[in-house]
Each structure stands twice: as structure tokens, then as C-alpha cells.
């Protein structure tokens, strides 16, 4: 049975604004609206009332009407702060962060005291990437208003986007010590403690956000992906399926109506295996195809058009993304197998499993023939520029630049898109050969790859590929690493090939560059003795 609504004067514009504004502070928006839009009733100019009307009608997801109320409210009281913020909180929901940047702005000025606007900038600032910028005015909210755990939490998500996890990892112990049920920190506090290779302590923060909001699956994710990180892969592989509810996930669900094969028996029937996210995400899973095969299943593989000329020697049928599909029972994404066989770090299917197509390879065996001189390496110093983590794992070819010099070797960049300009930008083409113009398709780089006696490479998909046909590789990891990798170790059960060369601190690429350059000199070779 509902509560009876607050008694107030029936013609009482104050106290029905009062008694609206308590309970929407409780939560109650619906009766706070009824309260709000009866004092309208009453004096249709008093701008706090079609403020509080519209913050109701916002918090009840009634947008459109929302911000007409607010909009009302700023004609009639430009300067109203409350309007002011609640409009910019609706245009940052559809993205428009420099429009909202000016009405929090707007909101500061009306009332500088007001801790609130000044977090809301702090926001805006952080939608349009500048997430240093916003911190003066986060640090000012939480001057403002030391006691309000969502200001502290507005200062840690500014500190998390620019990596600096200690910060972000005070701000949120701070914010949970005002409000130990804000299930958010708690997840975002996990972010800040994996930042720090703390990985123990970053599971059982997430933990502790689940217990509060358990269907959070950007908690599930993130919670999985440190579990693989820490080597629980029995955990990590099932909660990695929460992806799929991630809002902003870059892989979506493809919605088929047949079901998701989950590894039980399926001799006979048709299973469509089709690619997700990234390139080396793909490269990495199709390991499993044989194991597939092998159950007796008909495969059918779905790709993108640059990895499809890999798949030629793979026991499946192949099929570009977007092409029409042929009929299938069952479907799997790629990143779903190693749930589906049960995979843990001593089972994970072994390489080489790829092989460079024949075409490929002979027009190679042209362009790189074998002539006995000095060892081949090739380098790619960063990843895909979209990616959420490449600050921190692309290095960047200056940094690579002074192992140009070492004698003895000879240099060629398989660096692939614009990053590849940068060997002209710093004037290195005398040193380094650039493949890029002939890398045409993942082929083409396997082929290259083939040729080349070591790879030199930052967390990107050529990696991937080099480990994939057991080609010696070297890969430069940054301090905290993708899931993938784990930590604390130089070896990988993903390549048999390959070193890992860890960050020991966040941005400091002198350990890994400073071992990189120990294994390149036992690569060249020893100078000739003179005669006597």
C-alpha cells in the first residue's frame, strides 16, 4: 500500500516544492513529479518547481519530456543551477559533451559553492577525453563537499582514465569509506588494484561489488578477465560469456536463433565458428579448429577478408564476414572455445598451427631470398589505435630507434596502418626497410614472417600471427598486461616461441628494451677473427 503523499498546504507553492524535494531525495520520483507539477498548477512562473518536475521526469527516464521541463525552467531562471546541471546531464547521455560541458559550466557560475556542477564538469571533461583538464574541477567538488562519496568517486574515474591507479585507488577508498554499499567503486576499485598487478585484492573487490549488484556484468567481465589473468581460467572462461551484456562491448551478439555450442557431443551436425573483436583475438583461436574437427562436426569458420588466405590449410569451410551463410545447427564465437574444451594453462592446444599460404610464400622467397647474410628482424611498435589500453602498450618506433644501430642485423617494419609513416617521420629508411605497402592481407605476413629470424613486436595482432606458426618472436608487454599474457613469467602457454619483456613500472620501457637489446646481440653474430 503506498504511503499517503506528504501534507502540505494545498495552495502552498513553498511547501509543496519542499515536500517534493523530500521525496525525491528518498528516491520516491514519482510522487516528487505529482507534488512538482501540482505547485506548477499553482504559480506557473516559479522556475524551481519546473526544475524539480524535470529532474523527476529525468530519473524516471522520461528524457524528451525532461528536458522540456528543464528547458522551462532556464527560460524562466537562467541562472537556476539545478536546471542548468540536469539539462547538461541529459545531453551528455546523448553524447553531447561540449554542450554539456557549458551548462555544468553554467551551473558553476550560478552557484560556485555547489559541489555538484563542479563534479558534473569534471564529467563532461572526461566524455570529451580530457580527462586531466577535469581534474581541478573534481578536485574542487570534493573540497566543496569532503563527506559526499560521488564526489570522490567522480575524481577516481578521472584518475582511472589516466592510469594513475595509485590515485584512483586513494580516491576510492574514500569514496567507499562514506558509502560502503557503492557496488560501483567497489568494481572500480578492482580497475585500480589490477592497474597495479594486485590481482588477489582486485577479485575480491569485484566480489565485493557483486554482492551488492550482482548483475553488473561490466563487473562479471572484468572480474573474468583478471581471473584468466591470475591463471583461474576454469572461472575466468565462464564468466568471460557475461561479455555479451556489456553495454558498449566492441562484439556484439549476432542473434541467431540455433544455440551456442558449449562443448557437448556434436559428430554430424554443422557448426558455424565466426570471428570477434580484434584480428589477433582470432589468430589466437583458431588453434581449436582441428580439435573441432576432430569431434566429427562438419565446421563451418567465418572471418574477415584479411584472415581468410590463413585458413586455407584449417579443416573448415570458409565464409568472409558479411557474406550469406550456408545452414548450420550450432554456433560458437572464437573466444568462447576455450570454454567449450575446458581449456587451462597446461591443456592449451599447442603451436604451430598455422602455415603461410603457398602463393604467398614463394612470392616471399623473391623478395627475401635466402642469401646468408646477417639475421632478419622485424619490428611493430603499435597496436590498433582504437584500442582502450594503447597508450600504455604501444611503444612507438623512437623508443626502438637506437637498436637500429646495433651491427650485425638487418631491420625490416611490419608495422601495419598509418603508424607505419613513422620510419620516414624519423627519417630511419636507411635503417629500416619498410613491408608495410606489401603486407596486403595476413598472408602476406605470414609469408613475410616466414622469411624473418625474430619479431620484435608491442600486443598486436602480427604477434599473434608469429607465435601461431612458431616463428621466434619478442613481445614487449607493458606493466599491467592483457589477460592474456599472466604475470610475473617470460614464457606463454598461448607460443612456444616466444618471450615475454614486462614493464617493471608503469610507462618505463628501459627493463624490457634493455633485454631486448642482450637478445638481439646474441642474434648478431660474431665478428670474423683477423689472421694472424
Known sequence: MEK?????????????????????????????????????????????AWAGAGLALQALS???????????????????????????????????????????????????????????????????????????????????????????????????LLDRAEEAETALRRTLSLDPRHAVAHSNLGRALRGQNRLDEARAAYRAALAIAPSQAETRWNLAVTDLLAGDWASGWDGAEWRWH????????????????????????????????????????????????????????????????????????????????????LHCPLLSLPRAFGTLPETVPPTPYLTPPAAASARWAGRLPEDGGAPRVGLAWAGRPTHRNDANRSIGLAALAPLLAMPGLRFYGLQAGPRAADIAGLGLEGQLEDLS????????????????????????????????????????????????WMPGREDTPWYASGRLLRQARLGDWSAPLAALAADLAQLAPLPALAAE
Request: one cysteine or more; aromatic letters at 6%.
Open 246 to 329: 556489456v553495454p558498449g562491448f566492441p562484439a556484439r551478439p549476432r542473434g541467431f536463433g540455433q544455440p551456442l555450442w558449449a562443448g557437448e557431443a556434436i559428430e554430424g551436425r554443422t557448426l558455424l565458428l565466426h570471428a570477434e573483436q580484434g584480428f589477433g583475438d582470432s589468430i589466437m583461436m583458431l588453434r581449436y579448429l582441428p580439435l573441432v574437427a576432430a569431434r566429427g562436426a562438419r565446421v563451418l569458420l567465418e572471418l574477415p577478408e584479411a584472415l581468410l588466405p590463413l585458413a586455407a590449410d584449417l579443416p573448415a569451410e570458409t565464409v568472409a564476414t558479411g557474406k550469406p551463410l550456408p545452414g548450420f545447427d
Open 437 to 484: 605497402p606489401l603486407l596486403t592481407d595476413f598472408g602476406e605476413t605470414a609469408a613475410a614472417l616466414a622469411r624473418l629470424d625474430l619479431l620484435v613486436s608491442v600486443d598486436t595482432s602480427v604477434v599473434h600471427l608469429a607465435g601461431a606458426l612458431g616463428r621466434p618472436f619478442r613481445l614487449l608487454l607493458p606493466f599491467a598486461p592483457d589477460w592474456r
Open 4 to 48: 499517503p503523499l506528504p501534507p502540505v498546504p494545498a495552495r502552498d507553492t513553498a511547501g509543496l516544492i519542499a515536500a517534493a524535494s523530500q521525496c525525491a531525495a528518498a528516491g520516491d520520483h514519482r510522487r516528487a513529479l505529482s507534488l512538482f507539477e501540482h505547485a506548477i498548477a499553482l504559480a506557473p512562473e516559479d522556475a524551481r
Open 62 to 160: 522520461r528524457r524528451g519530456e525532461a528536458m522540456a521541463t528543464l528547458c522551462r525552467a532556464r527560460f524562466l531562471a537562467p541562472d537556476l543551477a539545478p536546471a542548468r546541471t540536469g539539462i547538461g546531464g541529459l545531453l551528455l547521455d546523448r553524447g553531447l559533451a561540449v554542450e554539456a560541458e557549458a551548462e555544468f559550466a553554467a551551473a558553476t557560475e550560478a552557484a560556485p559553492g555547489w559541489w555538484v556542477g563542479w563534479a558534473n564538469r569534471g564529467l563532461a571533461l572526461q566524455h570529451r577525453g580530457r580527462a586531466e583538464e577535469a581534474l581541478a574541477p573534481l578536485r574542487h567538488a570534493t573540497s566543496l563537499a569532503p563527506g559526499e562519496p560521488e564526489a570522490w568517486h567522480s575524481l577516481a574515474t578521472a584518475f582511472l
